[in-house]
């Protein structure tokens, strides 16, 4: 978790300024943690700090505010609708893009109130920028601090027909990951695509696996089994921390058979998952994506990845 400076950015291009609200210290419990953020602007909002009472107050309440930053402070309980029973403080801050071109540390730390950085967060600072370690969100001495967030995970989506459409709408919400989206021409991608996705349209798909990072992870989904069968081929050729092609256990018999004839060793298909998602979920395009997404987000899954890539 982080600032995320790309996707206010472009909140900022599309509803003009923008005010950004985040979860900056907890006392008790609270629906989420510290660093969790929301933007809101005059007519709508993404994120969300938790929902509820809190979040309404709070986006109201951004919607009018007039400083450039305002940090308040929230009892969570009966008055509010909420049984959490701990207390949050919020730092509100509105920008426009003057204001998000100026963030252009790793580490964003400033504070509701005038004066100079205290002794302790330049101290933060120092270690985070002499260990290269990011920290965690917090409020220290009334200032935030916050690293700014990268993707941590680079997931390519090769193909934009119905299960594509839905595997983005899925996962194009969660911060850990930085989407690539392939496809044969423009036409083939919606009007409308979400922040954060890159799309790429290429005549040759398959020319392209080779500008893809080794530790990406890619799912295989395009409208001809002959484009998915050359993507395995040169995913296999390339490297990959994970790799997933929809189809029954028929098709991945006969693409197994056709890529031990091009050359690949069993142990080196069995590297490819087949069939992904759920199979018991059904058919439907967002049933598809929901079971797939639970599994490339499974704790389990990661587990077996980092021993892959230790071994």
Same mark, same amino acid.
């Given at each position: 978790m982080g600032f995320d400076r790309e996707a206010l950015r472009e909140a900022v291009k599309t509803h003009g300024k923008v005010t950004r609200v985040v979860i900056a210290g907890i006392k008790g419990s609270s629906p989420r943690e510290v660093g969790t953020a929301m933007l809101v602007w005059e007519d709508g909002q993404s994120g969300t700090i938790g929902g509820g009472t809190l979040e309404y107050q709070a986006a109201e309440a951004a919607r009018s505010q007039s400083a450039p930053m305002r940090q308040t402070h929230h009892a969570l309980g009966p008055d509010m609708g909420q049984c959490c029973g701990g207390a949050v403080t919020l730092l509100s801050e509105t920008y426009d893009l003057e204001a998000v071109d100026r963030l252009d540390d790793a580490v964003i730390a400033r504070s509701a109130s005038d004066g100079e950085m205290p002794l302790s967060v330049k101290r933060l600072l120092s270690q985070a920028?002499?260990?290269?370690?990011? =920290?965690?969100?917090? @409020?220290?001495?009334?200032?935030m601090v916050e690293p700014v967030h990268e993707p941590a995970r680079n997931l390519?989506?090769?193909?934009a027909g119905h299960v594509g459409r839905a595997l983005v709408d899925v996962l194009s919400p969660l911060p850990d990951l930085s989407i690539t989206w392939v496809d044969t021409g423009p036409e083939r991608f919606p009007s409308d695509v979400p922040n954060g996705v890159t799309t790429v349209p290429a005549s040759k798909p398959a020319e392209l696996v080779r500008h893809a990072p080794r530790d990406a992870e890619h799912l295989v989904l395009t409208y001809s089994h002959n484009l998915d069968l050359e993507l395995c081929n040169r995913l296999l050729l390339h490297d990959f921390r994970f790799a997933g092609l929809i189809g029954s256990a028929t098709k991945?018999?006969?693409?197994?058979?056709? @890529?031990?004839? /091009?050359?690949?060793? =069993?142990e080196r298909i069995?590297?490819?998952?087949?069939?992904?998602?759920d199979p018991a979920l059904g058919k439907h395009p967002q049933m598809i994506a929901v079971g797939v997404a639970a599994?490339? /987000?499974r704790p389990a899954r990661q587990n077996e990845i980092k021993k892959d890539l230790s071994a």
């Open positions: 920028r002499g260990q290269g370690v990011a =920290p965690e969100p917090q @409020l220290i001495d009334g200032w390519w989506i090769w193909g991945w018999a006969r693409f197994r058979s056709r @890529l031990a004839a /091009l050359g690949h060793a =069993p069995g590297r490819i998952t087949c069939p992904i998602g599994q490339i /987000l």
